[in-house]
Nanobody, 115 residues
Framework: QVQLVESGGGLVQAGGSLRLSCAAS????????MGWYRQAPGKQRELVAT???????NYAESVKGRFTISRDNAKNTLYLQMNSLKPEDTFVYYC?????????WGKGILVTVSG
């Protein structure tokens, strides 16, 4: 059974930093591309960043230069380092993996950036 559990969210002031973690189980972590997405109430979920099994990364324009996605295959954990946070980064953040042709999502974690 695949499980993705996000942690590290919370309330932060504008200009601050947070690091999100996504602990994965039930998959061969190192073999799969993974990503972070975010969603506001009533809006579509949007891409934040992705990372391939080989470590290649891709970012939404809105977070380039501020956010960094990384992975620790030994710990089966995906990270998102978020710096210079802005109020418009306030969302529920989700981690995603595609494994064996199926898409799996974590339950999400709230990040609130106060202005």
């Amino acid at each position: 059974q695949v499980q993705l559990v996000e942690s590290g969210g919370g309330l932060v002031q504008a200009g601050g930093s947070l690091r999100l973690s996504c602990a994965a189980s039930g998959i061969i972590f190192s073999s799969n591309a993974m990503g972070w997405y975010r969603q506001a109430p009533g809006k579509q979920r949007e891409l934040v960043a992705t990372i391939t099994s080989g470590g290649s990364t891709n970012y939404a324009e809105s977070v380039k230069g501020r956010f960094t996605i990384s992975r620790d295959n030994a710990k089966n954990t995906l990270y998102l380092q978020m710096n210079s946070l802005k109020p418009e980064d306030t969302f529920v953040y989700y981690c995603k993996v595609v494994a064996d042709g199926r898409i799996y999502w974590g339950k999400g974690i709230l990040v609130t950036v106060s202005g």
